[in-house]
């Protein structure tokens, strides 16, 4: 058995990397980015950007909300079996759609950020926007030509446990 010590320098030089490399996305067009993305000098004063609560507290309640409300809204149809009304049904879906979007905006601006690729950062919210528009038509289909969500997923479980159900019988 090798000695703790020679253990840990062991460990440490295999997770070990030399080398920084940032995130790039190869498809992606990047904009020139000045060394170490500094601009100016080190004595010109930093100017912050404008505040804006809809960019700062209010998109953080907003993203607790929808979080928070998620718990009650999943919990239900499992403990009354499945059948909710529509409105709860609804109410869950877009909850659900609205915290999707929430979350994938934060992905977007954390690895495709303007600074860096441009207008594809643009491009980029614009087909999360496109993507939660038309996911919301699908929603309201769901409600009204359907059963809803939760009444689309209890079919396709109960259809699964059918078919193995069966198949049982035939062996």
């Known amino acids: 058995m090798l000695p703790r010590t020679t253990f840990r320098t062991s460990l440490n030089r295999i997770f ?10 190869p498809f992606l067009s990047t904009l020139p980015q000045k060394p170490g993305g500094v601009e100016g000098t080190a004595n010109d004063p930093f100017i912050p950007p404008a505040p804006s609560k809809t960019h700062g507290s ?5 993203e607790r909300f929808l979080a928070v409300s998620l718990i009650p809204l999943v919990t239900l ?8 009304s529509t409105v709860a049904d609804g109410f869950l879906s877009t909850v659900l ?3 999707l979007y929430v979350g994938f905006q934060s992905c ?9 690729y441009g207008k594809n950062h643009g491009r980029a919210m614009f ?3 496109l993507g939660s528009l038309l996911s919301l038509i ?3 289909k769901l409600e009204t030509e359907e059963n809803g969500t939760i009444g689309v997923l209890t079919s396709l ?10 198949q049982d019988e035939k062996n």
């Open 58 to 62: 209010y998109h953080w309640d907003f």
């Open 127 to 129: 087909l999360l926007s």
């Open 157 to 166: 479980w109960k259809s699964r446990k059918d078919d193995e159900g069966q």
């Open 97 to 99: 759609l609205g915290h």
């Open 77 to 84: 149809p499992l403990a009354t079996g499945g059948s909710i």
């Open 108 to 116: 977007i601006i954390d690895y495709i950020p303007q600074r860096v």
């Open 138 to 140: 699908g929603v309201y």
């Open 16 to 25: 070990h990397t030399t080398s920084k490399r940032s995130l790039t996305i």
